[in-house]
């Protein structure tokens, strides 16, 4: 398979290293909106473009992985590169899925290409296991547990308060919640007693470090909703301790069988992750994989994480799969 990536931030990179580990991949380019001079990729030998010579280069890419962010570049970006490649993209923003579908199905069927939205671990891998279980167990509660992990957005929000010179923001599951929906009893439960939120901040020299805690507290939907707790560290501790992206969570179901109820069941999917671009970067060369296979099969337009068949995701045969993983 041959493939290319367009963004090369730290999603871009994760989705590099992630084709080094799988053998039928190869990367033949990176697309930036960057001088492309001045990125420097670690696979030696691979080219680096404009995104605007992108057009130039369709005959020499299966699937174009996108790796740009939710919030402005991938509404635009995946429906216009839909009409020229088959794509993957890691649009995340929930309440926008439907309409993203849409556009970017309309392309893809006009241009004969396939393209897989929405693809990482939320959305994406929980998506999948919310919907086993809820198949499996009709009579039920969904519930979604966060992190403990970095959330990038919110971090991004506490560094744009005055007096902070670095920040970062991790969002924690409260161990309590967790016990209670493990416990079967389908417990009620707040945002604010599912999930805290914990601050590191560097703050500027002389800064008002009450003012910083009280806005942070404060701000509204990002952090007014939940018990958060603010702690003040020097820049030394920052890069010591909190220089990665990690991340993980929960997707947990609880129902009922027997013809009262009687039985209960617990479903739990759970992921502990050290980087979480690399991890989302994971799963993404995974259903490249797939719609490259599907592709192949005359398959095109708009799919999710639903509609792939697990044996599409596999480098091994279907042999290979019933005689070692079923």
Known sequence: MRIAIYGYGNLGRGVESAIRQNADMELVAVFTRRDPASVQVATEGVPVYNIAEAAQHQDEIDVLVLCGGSATDLPEQTPEMAKLFNVIDSFDTHARIPEHFANVDKVAKEHGHIALISCGWDPGMFSLNRLYANAVLPQGKDYTFWGKG??????????????????????CPVEAALEAVRSGSNPELTTRQMHTRVCYIV????ADLAAIEKEIKEMPNYF?????TVHFISEEEFAAEHAGIPHGGFVMRSGVTGFNGENKHI????????????????????FARAINRLHQEGV?????????????????SGEE???HML
Do not use: M, W
């Open 321 to 323: 799969l019933r005689a």
């Open 300 to 316: 095109n337009g708009c799919k999710t994480v639903f509609d792939i068949a697990p044996a599409y995701l596999s480098p091994l």
């Open 150 to 171: 970095v959330s990038q957005g919110h971090s991004d929000a506490i560094r744009r308060v005055k007096g902070v010179k670095n920040g970062k923001q991790y969002t």
């Open 203 to 206: 703050p500027e020299e002389g």
């Open 224 to 228: 007014a909703d939940y018990d958060t």
């Open 267 to 286: 479903i739990e999917y759970n992921l502990k992750l050290d980087s979480n671009p690399e991890f989302t970067s994971s799963v993404l060369c995974a």
